[in-house]
């Protein structure tokens, strides 16, 4: 039996040869798909974290407590000590803290303002001046310095607004973080929200009576490795850790939103990625049966004199399978190590052991479904072959059909695709078996067309020779008589089908992640860095680019309610990436009052009534963004000239408001307004009795302001009792009131019944918005201003951000460095195209990729499945052609025929497929997976776009076309040779 069986194989070579290649194709993706699966969720994991804000890591435990025996530290430790009991999870990097509410008193108003000790503050942030290490001493923030006015060495008085009671407090170092997004800074406690940054304290400040009642923290960070690894559930962690630490302790984490993603990544890849290989190995068995049948033409005489020799059916399978059983494990031995090497190189080594073992199995399972299953189908197709009698195993030629069971197969694999398709229209293209979907509607048309196609060719042959045209007739009813030629067109019309939309997936897929990257950077390049505030931010990015085509300032505020992204409007059209809405008006530089640039200034006010009134202005540096605070004291009676320092102002200083208190009845006419040291003059009668140069509040009681030819009048609003001061302010009009904006999401709830006021840190400011579906960055929710708009109508507030240069795409390769030397530092760069790579870890691109690998092993079974008919029908149609010769066929058209006899199936396949996968995409709802982590900021692209399409019809064509003209080229040597 083994020498019959090693005889037949090596007689039968070529038909060997392509079972072994169709399982060894199959069986490298099916068997790759595990580890594929395995290692990509693993990686997709990891990226998951490192693209995670550090605030979806970390975890903080908090607790009142009230200090009794004046030792800060006897409450901490016991504190910590519980927590580290209690907790069932490892953690890491672990920052105690003591922090307790507070305001400070800024112009007649309380501003909050948090103290707080935690450990390692200094190591964490940069310093000027000293860190607090005595009972009394803090470091406040440069904003809340400049916003307070004061800096190193001033007392900060701190007060409770429950108790009134007050503690007085020395500035002895101002800070600025290092990294505001790193794990340190995550915890609310310890960001500003609607008051001033906290102010940071030795231990020992706490002590004081007032500062009793406190909120103990315990600030840690969650392993990377206990986040993604495989098989443990941290949210039940997470809620096992709430239950231990309640009720006495919370626990407040945002990990959740983590741990969603990379549960979302790893049923994506694991649904994308079993689907295409389920795909593929369905389609081998179809492949690998279609094989046998040309095949088996050859076996037929071989089984019928075994039959003559008294051979049973049962011996006669025996040869039969062992001749098939060869080539199918040759190829499984073959495909499965290099599948798994196809893997490890496509996707990485699986490092979880446990893992490792499941992928190993599965794709041991998976290698033996090739092998069984193309064992089974051969065999049952042998078994009908035994069956037949002699008279029809010794015919030379057999029908071009196979019957009512052919037809009875066609009618339940079509049922089946329209079950398919029906599901994927009515439950969603992710339910079940619609992400087949669209393979399933091809298989249903390409076997409707493929009798169509049999039914015409044998017509329109017939027709063609009573005609006389032989070329046309001869080739028509060649494909019409071609046993297995209608299941060749099927199988070319699948795999196109699946080849097309996979590559069309993987281009569409690859659009996502970079139209996705340019929203949520803005430009091709940005750099986040630290400097003052938005003026320094501003001066340093026109100085380094003067021209304005390379780069532009840009502040991002996302913690506040009304997250809010600020650009400079005039930059923004030469740097922003394509795509992207255009940016609100700017502030232009019509109307600008002209800068201060003395050390001092000189007021000419004449005082009005018989009440006191004080007169002040708060200018700001146009270079350095520090406030410049002018008390110019009360006026008298009459015309005077008042006086003040203003230190720091000969580099420019601009207005930001005067400021007049008083009581009610006191007013001051201002006349003129001049610089000191060096003198000048700045503003007179004429533009200060400009009506259309100022502005008053527009909430609450405002300052009366009126102006004449004698210059700006400011009076004190009437107040419900005299004996109360009141202090207002007038600022100038420099810019668009109200602030142009364009407004993603709902209107807040406060805009709905009164004007659009935007509150930033107590200063209002009226906003006109537009309303869009999303904004640059920001997305579904937020405002999008005009930066130098925003900080001329917010300057004495210093509103939060996060500082960002945005470059454009041609940006020179110095810019970097010039940015550098005007003063900024540079903490993150990041681009579009490094995001897209980021992106393309996820469960999407990750699936979308597999899908491109299965589409490619569908196109090669295809081209397999053509060489074999093509040489399996060599012998038969190279004597029927010689006997046409004999009886006068001319030699070319005896070419045509065996060219095009071949051909003609396959190219009407490919077409059929091509023009199959347009509606098959969108019957079946075939999409871009949505990304994993939620964002739906865009809708997402098609998916079969022009050039996919046009792309991958090239990429079918070629590998068809080829493989066709290599498995006939023989044939027509041999014709031509005929001459």
Not at 64 to 79: K, L
Not at 119 to 145: H, K, L, M, N, T
Not at 533 to 561: C, E, F, H, K, Y
Request: neutral net charge; aromatic residues 4%; glycine residues 12%.
């Amino acid at each position: 039996m083994f020498a019959l069986v090693a005889g037949a194989v090596r007689t039968r070579t070529a038909q060997v040869a392509t079972i072994l290649v169709l399982a060894a194709v199959a069986t490298a993706v099916t068997a790759a798909a595990p580890w594929y699966a395995y290692a990509a969720a693993a990686r997709a994991a990891a990226t998951d974290i490192a693209a995670a804000p550090d605030g979806q890591r970390t975890l903080s435990v908090r607790q009142g407590a009230e200090i009794e025996s004046g030792d800060p530290g006897a409450v901490v430790e016991p504190f910590a000590d519980r927590v580290r009991t209690r907790l069932p999870l490892p953690t890491e990097d672990v920052a105690l803290g003591m922090i307790t509410p507070l305001a400070v008193s800024r112009g007649g108003t309380d501003v909050d303002v948090r103290l707080a000790y935690r450990d390692d503050f200094c190591e964490q942030v940069r310093i000027d001046g000293a860190c607090p290490a005595a009972r009394g001493e803090v470091a406040i923030s440069r904003a809340a310095a400049q916003r307070l006015t004061i800096g190193i060495g001033s007392r900060l008085t701190l007060r409770d607004t429950v108790s009134d009671r007050t503690v007085v407090t020395t500035v002895v170092g101002l800070y600025s973080v290092d990294d505001p997004s790193g794990a340190y800074w995550q915890s609310s406690l310890v960001r500003a929200e609607n008051g001033l940054d906290p102010a940071f304290t030795a231990i020992d400040t706490f002590s004081a009576v007032m500062l009793k009642s406190v909120t103990l923290t315990y600030d840690s960070v969650i392993p990377e490795g206990l986040i993604s690894r495989p098989g443990t559930d941290l949210r039940a962690l997470l809620r096992a850790a709430d239950k231990q630490l309640s009720p006495d302790l919370r626990l407040v984490t945002s990990a959740d939103q983590l741990i969603g993603t990379i549960e979302a990544d790893r049923t994506v890849i694991a649904s994308g990625v079993a689907t295409a290989a389920v795909q593929i190995l369905v389609l081998a068995w179809f492949a690998i049966a279609l094989a046998g049948r040309y095949t088996g033409r050859d076996r037929r005489p071989d089984v019928a004199l075994l039959k003559l020799r008294g051979s049973t059916r049962l011996g006669i399978l025996r040869l039969l399978w062992g001749q098939h059983l060869v080539p199918l494990a040759a190829g499984t031995l073959l495909g499965a190590p290099a599948g798994l090497l196809l893997a490890r190189l496509l996707a990485g080594p699986v490092d979880d052991t446990a893992d490792r073992t499941s992928a190993l199995l599965i794709g041991l399972g998976a290698a033996l479904a090739v092998l069984l299953g193309g064992l089974l189908v051969l065999a049952v197709l042998e078994a009908l072959v035994v069956r037949l009698p002699l008279s029809e195993l010794l015919r030379r030629t057999s029908g071009g059909r196979g019957g009512w069971r052919s037809g009875l197969a066609d009618l339940i694999l079509v049922a089946v695709a329209v079950t398919v398709v029906y599901q994927a229209g009515v439950g969603g293209p992710d339910g079940g078996l619609a992400p087949a979907g669209a393979g399933m509607l091809a298989l249903a048309v390409a076997l409707i067309l493929a009798r169509l196609l049999s039914h015409l060719a044998g017509r329109m042959g017939g027709a063609a020779l009573r005609a006389g045209r032989l070329r046309t007739g001869l080739t028509a009813l060649r494909v019409a008589r071609q046993p297995g030629a209608d299941r060749v067109f099927a199988l070319v019309v699948v795999a196109t089908t699946l080849f097309v939309t996979a590559v069309g997936g993987g281009d569409a897929e690859q659009r996502a992640r970079a139209e996705r990257g340019a929203w949520e950077l803005g430009a091709d390049r940005v750099l986040t860095v630290q400097t003052e505030n938005r003026t320094t931010l501003l001066a340093a990015v026109r100085q380094a680019d003067p021209d304005g085509r390379q780069a532009m300032a840009a502040v991002v505020d996302r913690v506040s309610d009304l997250p809010v992204l600020a650009v400079d409007s005039t930059r923004y059209a030469a740097v922003a990436a394509p795509g992207l809405p255009g940016a609100p008006p700017g502030a232009g530089a019509g109307g600008r009052l002209p800068l201060i640039t003395g050390e001092a200034v000189g007021v000419r006010a004449e005082r009005h009534g018989k009440q006191p009134a004080r007169l002040s202005l708060l200018l700001r540096n146009e270079t350095t963004g520090l406030v410049v605070p002018v008390d110019l004291g009360v006026a008298g009676a009459g015309t005077t000239v008042l006086r003040g320092a203003a230190p720091g102002c000969a580099t420019g200083c601009r207005i930001v408001h005067w400021s007049l208190t008083g009581r009610t009845g006191a007013g001051v006419t201002v006349h003129s307004l001049d610089q000191l040291d060096p003198a000048g003059p700045v503003l007179g009668a004429a533009e200060l009795g400009d009506v259309a140069r100022w502005r008053t509040g527009s909430t609450g009681v405002a300052l009366d302001v009126s102006t004449s030819a004698a210059g700006l009048r400011l009076d004190v609003p009437v107040n419900t009792s005299d004996d109360v001061e009141s202090g207002s302010r007038a600022w100038p009009v420099e810019t668009t009131l109200p602030l142009p904006a364009v407004l993603a999401g709902p209107e807040p709830d406060a805009w709905r019944f009164a004007d659009p006021i935007l509150g930033v840190f107590g200063t209002p400011v009226p906003v006109r918005a537009r309303a869009v579906g999303a904004v640059p960055v920001l997305g579904h929710h937020g405002l999008f201003v005009d930066l130098e708009a925003f900080r001329r109508l917010t300057d004495e507030a210093e509103p939060p951000g996060e500082y960002q240069v945005w470059l454009a795409a041609d940006a020179r390769p110095g810019l970097v460095g010039d940015l550098t030397a005007a003063g900024l530092t540079v903490v993150a760069d990041r681009t579009v195209a490094g995001r897209a790579d980021q992106l393309g870890a996820q469960g999407p691109a990750v699936a979308a990729r597999f899908g491109l690998l299965a589409g490619a092993a569908a196109l090669l079974l295809a081209a397999a499945t053509v060489a074999v008919a093509a040489a399996v029908d060599r012998g038969t149609t190279r004597e029927q052609l010689r006997a046409l010769r004999v009886q006068g066929l001319p030699s070319r058209v005896a070419v045509a025929t065996g060219r095009y006899g071949v051909g003609v199936p396959v190219l009407a396949g490919l077409v059929a497929g091509l023009l199959v996968t347009i509606p098959a995409t969108r019957v079946t709802g075939a999409r871009v997976l949505p990304f994993t982590d939620g964002w739906d900021v865009l809708p997402p692209p098609g998916v079969l776009g022009p050039v996919a399409f046009l792309l991958g019809g090239l990429a079918a064509l070629t590998v068809l076309g080829l493989t066709t003209w290599l498995a006939v080229r023989p044939f027509l040597r041999d014709l031509r040779d005929d001459r």
